[in-house]
């Protein structure tokens, strides 16, 4: 069974206090990771999809890295509107369309 | 450019009565939809998903259905509502298998 496991699963930051987030996961056959961003009382918003290890993705303050076991999502100088729960996912090859997610890291900046 | 319609935003419905909740999405054709349920702090729960008109694969045994009677239309529905069916009810579609899935902005479902 594909798992993903999210850490950690709060984290409250320093406007300018870069940090990375983790995304731990068990698949037979990785096809692609995904990261999103969900606020409050709306729907998950895509960032990233990654498909090898070694591959990176970078948007604004954020960058995605991926190894064979965990992704990282970092933030750097994160500022308070980069608030929010950011999800990952995993879907796996030869499989379904149904992506495994984790149950998400709450990302606090204060100003 | 594609787009993903939910409808309602919020809703509040007594025990017992019926639900429908309706997505649906613009700018793409045949594409794979879902509906989740999420509780605080429980992530995403996948409820139903549909390759096609009319093919609706359930992921839950619970108190509500799913249907798709047209192309790029997903219906949420249950008969008789439970208190236990409040929650955060999101729709998404694909397209293609390496394709991420893009969310509608979700119902927030109160039964009362």
């Known amino acids: 069974e594909d798992q993903v496991t999210q850490s950690p699963e709060a984290l409250r930051l320093q406007e300018g206090e870069s940090s990375s987030l983790n995304c731990s996961y068990t698949?037979?056959?990785?096809?692609?990771l995904f990261w999103y961003r969900q606020d409050p009382g709306k729907g998950p918003e895509f960032l990233f999809t990654?498909?090898?290890a070694g591959e990176e993705k970078e948007k604004e303050r954020l960058k995605a890295t991926l190894t064979k076991k965990e992704s990282f999502l970092h933030i750097t100088a994160p500022k308070p509107e980069d608030s929010a729960t950011y999800l990952c996912?995993?879907?796996?090859?030869?499989?379904?369309?149904?992506?495994?997610f984790g149950r998400g890291t709450s990302l606090i900046v204060h100003p | 450019s594609q787009t993903i319609h939910q409808w309602p935003a919020t809703l509040v419905q007594p025990v017992g009565s019926p639900l429908s909740l309706e997505c649906t999405v613009e700018?793409?054709?045949?594409?794979?939809l879902y509906w989740y349920r999420q509780a605080a702090g429980r992530g995403l729960q996948l409820l139903f998903y549909?390759?096609?008109?009319?093919?609706i694969s359930s992921e839950v045994p619970q108190n509500l259905s799913a249907s798709r009677p047209q192309d790029r239309q997903f219906i949420l529905s249950s008969k008789k509502l439970l208190l236990s069916d409040s929650g955060f009810y999101l729709c998404?579609?694909?397209?293609?298998?390496?394709?991420?899935?893009?969310f509608g902005n979700g119902t927030r479902l109160t039964v009362t």
């Open positions: 996912a995993v879907t796996r090859s030869g499989g379904s369309y149904i992506p495994t």
């Open positions: 700018g793409t054709s045949n594409p794979n």
């Open positions: 990654l498909y090898s």
């Open positions: 549909s390759v096609g008109i009319g093919q």
């Open positions: 998404a579609w694909t397209g293609t298998v390496n394709s991420p899935l893009h």
């Open positions: 698949v037979s056959g990785l096809r692609g």
